[in-house]
């Protein structure tokens, strides 16, 4: 996860289908879907967390931006409520929140989605306490 207390260019929350392939790793596919249980400020968000198969070791991506009261799952509106809050709020603060799982040797790719939605549904109770709205 990475926090900004202020957004600029070129220090900002960017897109995992730019760092990912950045790193090396391929994204096989991006889909979305929502987290049974996972809530932020006490609501399910408002988008569904990407799933993002990376070839390499398999491994799952889920990711979403929390920024100034919203959960976004799109990058160009990420930036578009970063210009609009700036603009009206005088405000650029906001998280990326990435939890990543690789696959064990001996288990299947659903094992380790189990176990990555598991730490969300943990997780993000707590990001309420830490990310301001």
């Not at 920024?67 to 578009?80: A, F, P, T, Y």
């Not at 409520?81 to 990435?98: H, I, K, M």
């Amino acid at each position: 996860m990475a926090y900004y207390d202020s957004q600029r260019k070129g220090q900002s929350a960017h897109s995992l289908r730019s760092c990912i392939p950045g790193g090396g790793w391929e994204i096989v596919s991006l889909t979305q879907r929502r987290i049974d249980g996972v809530e932020v400020d006490g609501e399910p968000p408002a988008c569904e967390p990407h799933r993002d198969p990376v070839r390499g070791p398999e491994a799952l991506a889920n990711y979403w931006f929390q920024q100034r009261g919203r959960v976004i799952d799109n990058e160009h509106l990420v930036k578009w409520y970063l210009f609009w809050d700036a603009l009206t709020r005088n405000r650029s603060d906001g998280a990326l929140v990435r939890l990543t799982s690789v696959a064990r040797p001996s288990e299947d790719v659903d094992e380790a989605d189990r176990r990555l939605s598991a730490f969300a549904r943990d997780l993000a109770s707590l990001l309420d306490r830490h990310i301001p709205n």
